[in-house]
């Protein structure tokens, strides 16, 4: 830990301008582990001009200050140091790529596991249970402030569901005391953006549980939204946000899907897996990534219907292999 930790702390403390960016379509780790650093370089390292770069995200998180300053368009600025966040390929950047490509050193803090490596500097933990788990151990506890540990709070939340999935470990729990130390109102955190939901999420929520369909003999289940459904509530890819895994809860499912239309006419996929399909490889295959248990990817596609038929494929290659072999293809937790 202390080498990679002075690796970071070197390149901060080596760049008067620095560029904080993270994934397209950001949620509560990418958001909170680019604020966290955001606010942690404030508090701890004076005089450096320090923004952040990530496309809009839900409303409930700005109750972080420092949410407040992030700018959603490229400013064509070009920096010192380029952190990014929480993002397993440097694709995923799509807007703010130039200020990855352009800045004089980058550095790279995740853990993902389809992550690679793509910066001069690669910090990847997979065994993390997010990016804010893992910037917490590269952090000093001593100079995380209250308003630093609110947002690597909301990413570890996020991450793990509530400390409900199976990446949630032991360290992820003594992490989360130690910030609940810090003083933040960690049922507040919870309740404000994790569970609570608008009127129109609702909605759709209540839309594609009714329209959901299972395959694969009952072991996937599936639902989708064609663009003119979104169009007719006025929806937007945030209010989207937990209907995958309301679906992964479903009794005896293995693999939870689902399918939305874009606006340029690809399909953004998102996979829940409970037990042993690794849905990350499946998202890798198709230019995507994330985790074993929780990836996505975009696919360009004549249909709907053609984006599902080519998931599933490779969704029901997993699980046959698994029900011939269950000892050999067993998943490691993540």
Same mark, same amino acid.
């Given at each position: 830990?202390?080498?990679?930790?002075?690796?970071?702390?070197?390149?901060?403390?080596?760049?008067?301008?620095?560029?904080?960016?993270?994934?397209?379509?950001?949620?509560?780790?990418?958001?909170?582990?680019?604020?966290?650093?955001?606010?942690?370089?404030?508090?701890?390292?004076?005089?450096?001009?320090?923004?952040?770069?990530?496309?809009?995200?839900?409303?409930?998180?700005?109750?972080?200050?420092?949410?407040?300053?992030?700018?959603?368009?490229?400013?064509?600025?070009?920096?010192?140091?380029?952190?990014?966040?929480?993002?397993?390929?440097?694709?995923?950047?799509?807007?703010?790529?130039?200020?990855?490509?352009?800045?004089?050193?980058?550095?790279?803090?995740?853990?993902?596991?389809?992550?690679?490596?793509?910066?001069?500097?690669?910090?990847?933990?997979?065994?993390?249970?997010?990016?804010?788990?893992?910037?917490?151990?590269?952090?000093?506890?001593?100079?995380?402030?209250?308003?630093?540990?609110?947002?690597?709070?909301?990413?570890?939340?996020?991450?793990?569901?509530?400390?409900?999935?199976?990446?949630?470990?032991?360290?992820? $729990? @003594?992490?989360?005391?130690? !910030?609940?130390? +810090? =003083? &933040?109102?960690?049922?507040?955190?919870?309740?404000?953006?994790?569970?609570?939901?608008?009127?129109?999420?609702?909605?759709?929520?209540?839309?594609?549980? $009714? @329209?959901?369909?299972?395959? !694969?003999?009952? +072991? =996937? &289940?599936?639902?989708?939204?064609?663009?003119?459904?979104?169009?007719?509530?006025?929806?937007?890819?945030?209010?989207?946000?937990?209907?995958?895994?309301?679906?992964?809860?479903?009794?005896?499912?293995?693999?939870?899907?689902?399918?939305?239309?874009?606006?340029?006419?690809?399909?953004?996929?998102?996979?829940?897996?409970?037990?042993?399909?690794?849905?990350?490889?499946?998202?890798?295959?198709?230019?995507?990534?994330?985790?074993?248990?929780?990836?996505?990817?975009?696919?360009?596609?004549?249909?709907?219907?053609?984006?599902?038929?080519?998931?599933?494929?490779?969704?029901?290659?997993?699980?046959?292999?698994?029900?011939?072999?269950?000892?050999?293809?067993?998943?490691?937790?993540?």
């Amino acid at each position: 830990m202390g080498i990679t930790l002075n690796k970071l702390i070197d390149e901060i403390n080596n760049a008067q301008t620095i560029g904080i960016i993270g994934h397209s379509s950001p949620d509560g780790d990418c958001v909170g582990s680019c604020t966290a650093v955001y606010q942690y370089i404030l508090d701890n390292y004076q005089g450096k001009k320090v923004q952040i770069y990530l496309q809009p995200f839900k409303e409930a998180f700005y109750f972080l200050d420092s949410a407040k300053t992030i700018i959603h368009e490229w400013d064509e600025k070009e920096y010192d140091l380029c952190i990014a966040l929480d993002c397993g390929d440097d694709k995923r950047f799509q807007d703010f790529y130039k200020c990855f490509q352009n800045a004089k050193r980058t550095v790279c803090v995740d853990h993902h596991i389809s992550n690679k490596g793509y910066a001069d500097v690669d910090i990847i933990r997979p065994e993390a249970s997010s990016t804010c788990e893992l910037l917490f151990d590269l952090m000093d506890y001593d100079k995380i402030s209250k308003k630093t540990a609110e947002s690597l709070y909301l990413g570890l939340v996020h991450d793990t569901g509530v400390f409900r999935h199976s990446n949630t470990t032991k360290h992820s $729990m @003594e992490v989360a005391g130690y !910030l609940v130390e +810090k =003083g &933040i109102k960690s049922e507040k955190i919870i309740d404000d953006t994790f569970y609570a939901k608008t009127y129109m999420q609702n909605q759709l929520l209540g839309r594609a549980l $009714m @329209e959901s369909i299972l395959f !694969l003999n009952g +072991k =996937g &289940i599936v639902t989708y939204f064609k663009k003119n459904v979104l169009d007719f509530y006025g929806a937007t890819s945030i209010d989207l946000d937990g209907i995958v895994d309301q679906l992964r809860l479903t009794k005896g499912i293995e693999v939870a899907l689902f399918v939305y239309e874009k606006p340029n006419g690809e399909y953004k996929v998102s996979m829940r897996s409970n037990s042993y399909v690794d849905v990350s490889k499946i998202a890798s295959y198709f230019g995507g990534g994330g985790h074993i248990r929780a990836a996505g990817c975009t696919l360009p596609a004549s249909s709907i219907y053609d984006v599902i038929n080519n998931v599933s494929a490779h969704i029901e290659k997993q699980i046959l292999d698994y029900e011939e072999n269950p000892e050999e293809n067993q998943c490691i937790t993540d």
